[in-house]
């Protein structure tokens, strides 16, 4: 069975419907990445998850010895997660690790060991008031493991990082996936091809696309052509969209992506086309379409 | 330790660091001592005043009991305020800061982080009403007159309910409540509602006849009737308004 099992969850905010039945299961020991545009129902739908907002309707599954309060097996990082600012790192640990029914001795062990791991060891004794963006966020990661979470549900965990602080904690996410089942959201689809195992595309409330990367990979992409010229190539829109095969043309200005059903049977038609035409071409790439590409279409769609 | 113990350890960590186990008894203190001070230099303060010449003051000189209910009432007054002040963001500050996500994210019982709430409120409030409540006394006994200390005792536990309703009402509304303007508003107001139908038509049994039976006990050595009635009454609103807090609180999304 699987470690989450979610089925018809909905979240309506008076006449707002944020989740609209949405059903999806968890694999113990996965990194699964929930995607979506801004206003998607991502941080509802983790929220729910974390049993911080209750769902209007449907069902949360936990597979855990004890179901009562499945929160003691949930480490949760919210967006900006926000502390005691007159505590010192250690002693917020003890305290959110206390309230997780550790014993203390076991605490005090555990607390150091996390610290540690996101790198706060240094600053283990100053107060959290004085803490950068990226110290709180390695903080937040420290506060939701501390009591040995089977599922660590990660809301945005990057997005507010520079790029530094992003790599350290992708690399920290890819530490903690050895020993724990993580569900965090990204709206950064390069970070979500990094380290996920699973992804789940989120728009509008409902979930679109469900799966493994390599399966999602081969289900969805397609072949494509990325043109780059010297002038605007845009007055060749419409010879490419006549070529056989090609699905859509797309891109502005000296850029364009002809999505392709048929690689092997398009491609000499598109070389053609270009000398035919005589038209300046600076490169011609064919390759595959990314994950980008097949977020953007099913937002858009 | 259970979780009661935790949170509520925190809480004193919390209000000392913020320094209200500082403030708030020394409030209390200077609030008591100003009624026999203002009264033992009352005639110096009015010779010093520039009158026509010829004006006669008599002014009764009051007894030490009074004394004492003067600063009783003045407790009623800015005391309840500033207590109500000091906690209006108990529950609903950790939630608009945030912090409660962290905290409610574990297995943590509503019931308990409610009580603990309470606990530190109440901890802070009756030991600022003691140390404030016993410097009183020492200064009227000094300065105008005696006071039986065993009535100070009596009528200071007694007040202490009525701290211990209005804290548990301020709690809940927190609880209930984003905004601390609003718990401090409505938790004022209530308890001053409460005092005012109380006397207008002479509800004996009512919660809101505390403050004037600590004033009696000071005074006379003995409350009116109806003081086990209403005692009884005010323990099990305050039990109501904590079981209501937990409630609303365990209803209310977290975020």
Partial sequence: ?301 | MSQLAIIYRKELLETWRNRKWIWIPLVFILMGVMQPISTYFMPQILKMSTMPAGTVIQIPTPSGAETVVKALSQYNLIGLLVLVLAFMGSVSGERQHGVLQLVMVKPVSFTMYVLAKWLSAVSVSLVSLLLGYVATWYYTEQLVGRVPFLRILSSGAVYALWILLVLALTIMLSSLFDSAMATAFIALAGAALLSVFTSLFHIQWSPGNIPSMAEQLVLAGKADSGFVASMLITVALVGVFLALAAWVFQRRDVV
């Fill in chain 1, 1 to 301: 069975m699987a470690l989450l099992e979610v089925t018809n969850l909905a979240k309506s905010y008076g006449s707002v419907e944020a989740v609209k039945g949405i059903s999806f299961h968890i694999e113990s020991g996965r990194c699964v990445s929930l995607l979506g545009p801004n206003g998607a129902g991502k941080t509802t739908v983790l929220k729910m998850l974390a049993r911080l907002t209750s769902p209007t309707s449907g069902q949360i599954k936990f597979d855990v010895p004890h179901p009562q309060d499945v929160r003691s097996y949930i480490g949760y990082l919210p967006q900006q997660p926000a502390f005691h600012e007159w505590m010192t790192a250690n002693e917020f640990l003890e305290y959110i690790g206390r309230l997780s029914n550790i014993q203390r001795s076991e605490v005090l062990t555990r607390r150091d060991k996390v610290l540690e791991m996101v790198g706060l060891k240094d600053v283990a004794r100053r107060k959290i008031g004085g803490f950068s963006g990226g110290m709180r966020q390695r903080l937040g990661i420290a506060q939701a493991l501390i009591h040995r979470p089977r599922l660590l549900i990660m809301d945005e965990p990057v997005s507010a990082l520079d790029p530094v602080g992003r790599r350290e904690v992708l690399e920290l996410m890819g530490e903690i996936r050895q020993e724990t089942t993580i569900l965090y959201s990204t709206h950064v689809l390069h970070d979500a091809e990094e380290i996920s195992d699973d992804i789940l595309i989120l728009v509008q409330g409902q979930i679109v696309v469900d799966g493994d990367l390599p399966g999602v990979r081969m289900q969805f992409q397609q072949p494509m052509v990325k043109i780059q010229g010297e002038v605007t190539l845009e007055p060749w829109h419409s010879v490419w969209a006549r070529i056989p095969g090609i699905q859509l043309v797309t891109g502005s200005g000296a850029w364009v992506e002809l999505t392709v059903e048929d690689l092997a049977g398009a491609r000499n038609a598109i070389l053609q086309s270009l000398t035919e035409q005589n038209i300046p071409v600076r490169s011609v790439e064919f390759g595959l379409t990314s994950l980008e590409d097949l977020f953007m279409k099913v937002v858009k769609s």
